[in-house]
């Protein structure tokens, strides 16, 4: 057994000094290009090209020694680092991959992209027919080298698609998602072509069954990875959010995941990136995966590892091997036909098939022409599999950084030509008014539920928590997490309580808990900390004395909850009841607007629902009356601005909104007279209680409110 030893100190000093220097360049000329509105892959790519043979390390030999692996084990130590700001690449990439956006637009995006990767593909396939011998690595096995043209022509670039819709303000837009959509489907499409071409490169012959082999393989790989695979990856989560205490713990998870997958895809002659992204695609269907370990993840890829990557990219182009006339020659044409190709094929597509007119169907090809970074990850398998010589490396590298750069010019001359319709307009403008929505994302629920038998009753079942919960998982992606605490040794009787409960529910992951503790507050708080969005809590109970506004647990949650919470106020509903009509107290603070997002969102999954929002003016006595009439009609005026705007609010959400302005010496009352009047189902309160007294102090006009309301009662703490 050879002894484990490490590099020669000499090559990992080279690495060091290459990383550092590559990362600075890679920003510093990524920033340049930003800045002159070109995707910063661009000057990434750029650093790379300038430091390597091209120009400085060619011109500077004694230079060149420092930023140019000249030994074996020096280009593989800086292989390794660039194999893994490509596989956080794919990561990432997958993690955007929004399986429901593209089911949305599937009708558009599934012809955009099958016109595009046909047309691509074959007549990448003609060229790589075409193109010379010594242009191939391995003039004997040249049927791959033109199936890897063939593939390389038909991907597309994400991250930089998306990077330029984002500069132009189009990510929202209908046509924007579209091209997103279309592109994730050839990007997925072309890393499985990749792997089939990456596996045929691997030694095997290229025969029937050889093919079928490395087919088989791939959709072996898929599909174990998105059943039994995804499986194993939401028991994993499930086990480190919730036992795991140490820092960043989610972060580590996934990191490792993703290693350990490229690993499997390696072990089947695929490429590692594979196993990355479908990775990326699994962590982005877990609604419990919490948002911050994302943009972590994207720091780490997007900040380090993705320009070191872009960076070494640029180091393996020689431009001056390009400048003789026949390379450039052939280069123009792999330009012209890589884009010729994929404009055409899109949009044939988008008018046969997606049924778009002229300016829509140029929009797509626009957009979805940019190659840049997973044009970049392909041409570096193809050198390192060595199926492309230096010299058709460089030209597709420059054919990847030329798509790239076109894209942003032609996608606004194309969108200069294409207008919103009304209902894209409602749509756009709906989504600026819910900017920041708190609601918006909510994602893991933690219900803290009393075992009440083994059996549920008919009223528990039809309890208020459980319905709002319903009805708010039906449009959002939930994550419930049913809890309860068993005493007294009941345990079973508490897991069988559970289990029947979560029958009831409708969200797309349902976890049930049951905890053993005698601190019944303390342990819910202790879950709760476990990166929850909300934690909802029924009051049921009614002291007898003042000593406690629901009850001694549950002011004690509400006051130090890591996370917002909903306190439901009500008796078990019966059968009929359901929150139709809503009212939300206003005053124009935070947890007033807060509370009416949350009445809005419960309205908008049924027309038939409404929310009123309410605003009181106070009836003061004034020795003057001209002064009180004064002071009355400008609160009067002020309440009004108030109601309207989050009546603006809710009719651009689609629901039917009132607005009201009610005067009285006493808010409380008016708010209850209110609710009788009009027979409201639910009031909403908005509240934001931090932690006091042991008793939790909501103040006497909210605590009147939930005294004497004729219905249930929400307080809904941010």
């Not at 050839?186 to 792997?195: A, E, Q, V």
């Not at 070494?312 to 190709?341: D, Y």
């Not at 750069?405 to 319709?421: F, Q």
């Amino acid at each position: 057994m050879e002894v484990f030893s490490a590099a020669p100190h000499h090559d990992v000093l080279v690495l060091i000094i290459q990383i550092g220097v590559l990362l600075l360049a890679a920003r510093a000329f990524g920033e340049i290009a930003q800045r002159l509105g070109q995707p910063s892959v661009v000057g990434e790519l750029l650093a790379g090209i300038i430091l390597g043979p091209s120009l400085l390390s060619g011109l500077f030999p004694a230079l060149g020694q420092w930023l140019v692996p000249q030994t074996a084990v020096q280009g593989y130590l800086l292989e390794v680092v660039s194999m893994i700001g490509a596989m956080f690449l794919l990561l990432i990439t997958g993690l955007e991959t929004d399986i429901k956006l593209i089911k949305r637009h599937a009708r558009t995006a599934i012809g955009v992209s099958f016109g595009g990767i046909v047309i691509t593909f074959s007549s990448g396939f003609v060229l790589g027919q075409f193109l010379p011998d010594f242009l191939i690595a391995d003039a004997e096995n040249r049927l791959v080298f033109e199936l890897f043209v063939a593939v390389s022509m038909s991907i597309s670039a994400i991250p930089v698609i998306a990077k330029v819709l984002m500069d132009m303000n189009l990510m929202r837009r209908d046509i924007g998602q579209t091209i997103i959509a279309a592109g994730m489907s050839d990007d997925t499409t072309g890393w499985i072509l990749l792997s089939i071409v990456a596996g045929l490169a691997s030694g095997q012959a290229v025969t029937a069954g050889s093919v079928l082999y490395i087919v088989g393989s791939v959709v072996a790989f898929m599909v174990v990875s998105f059943t039994l695979g995804r499986w194993i990856v939401k028991k994993l989560l499930e086990y480190v959010q919730d036992e795991v205490k140490m820092h960043d713990r989610l972060l580590t998870l996934v990191v490792v995941l993703m290693f350990l997958w490229g690993a499997i895809t390696t072990a089947l002659n695929l490429e590692a990136v594979l196993g990355a992204f479908v990775m990326g695609i699994i962590f982005g269907t877990m609604p419990r995966l919490p948002q911050a370990t994302i943009h972590k993840l994207e720091s780490i890829a997007l900040g380090v590892f993705a320009p070191i990557f872009f960076g070494v990219a640029g180091l393996k182009v020689n431009i001056g091997s390009l400048l003789e006339p026949q390379l450039l020659l052939i280069t123009a044409i792999v330009i012209f036909i890589a884009s010729a190709g994929k404009v055409i094929g899109t949009y044939a597509g988008a008018r046969l098939i997606g049924g778009k007119d002229h300016w829509n169907a140029l929009g797509f090809g626009a957009g979805l022409n940019a190659r840049g970074a997973m044009e970049i990850i392909i041409a570096t398998i193809g050198l390192r599999l060595g199926i492309l010589t230096q010299d058709m490396y460089s030209i597709i590298v420059v054919m990847a950084m030329a798509t790239s750069m076109m894209a942003p010019t032609a996608l606004r001359w194309v969108l200069g030509h294409i207008k919103s319709d009304k209902e894209e307009e409602e749509r756009l403008e709906q989504e600026k008014l819910q900017a920041g929505s708190l609601v918006a994302g909510i994602h893991r629920v933690l219900m803290p539920v009393r075992c009440r038998g083994s059996k549920l009753t008919k009223n528990a079942v039809q309890s208020v928590e459980a319905q709002i919960l319903e009805i708010l998982g039906s449009k959002n992606e939930l994550s419930l997490t049913l809890m309860t605490i068993a005493r007294d040794g009941n345990r079973d009787q508490c897991v069988n309580y559970l289990n029947e409960l979560s029958g009831i529910f409708n969200q797309q992951e349902i976890i049930t808990k049951v905890v053993e503790d005698e601190k019944v507050g303390d342990a819910i708080l202790d879950e709760a900390k476990k990166d929850y969005d909300l934690l909802v809590v029924g009051a049921t109970e009614h002291p007898s004395d003042n000593s406690h506004l629901f009850s001694s647990v549950i002011d004690y949650i509400v006051r130090v909850a890591p996370c917002p919470t909903m306190v439901v106020k009500a008796t078990e509903a019966d059968e009929s009841w359901s929150p139709n009509r809503i009212l939300v107290p206003t005053n124009g603070a935070l947890p007033a607007k807060n509370a009416a997002d949350f009445g809005f969102a419960l309205a908008k999954s049924d027309p038939k629902r409404e929310v009123s929002i309410l605003n009181v003016v106070f009836e003061e006595e004034s020795s003057a009356y001209h002064v009180r009439r004064d002071l009355d009609a400008d609160m009067e005026k002020f309440g009004q601005e108030i109601v309207d705007e989050l009546k603006a609010l809710g009719e651009t959400m689609n629901v039917k909104t009132r607005a009201a302005v009610e005067k009285g010496e006493s808010s409380e009352k008016v708010i209850a007279d209110f609710a009788r009047r009009n027979d409201f189902d639910l009031i909403i309160l908005g509240t934001n209680i931090r932690p006091g007294s042991s008793r939790l102090y909501l103040g006497p006009r909210t605590e009147s409110i939930l005294a004497n309301a004729p219905c249930p009662v929400i307080i809904f703490n941010t």
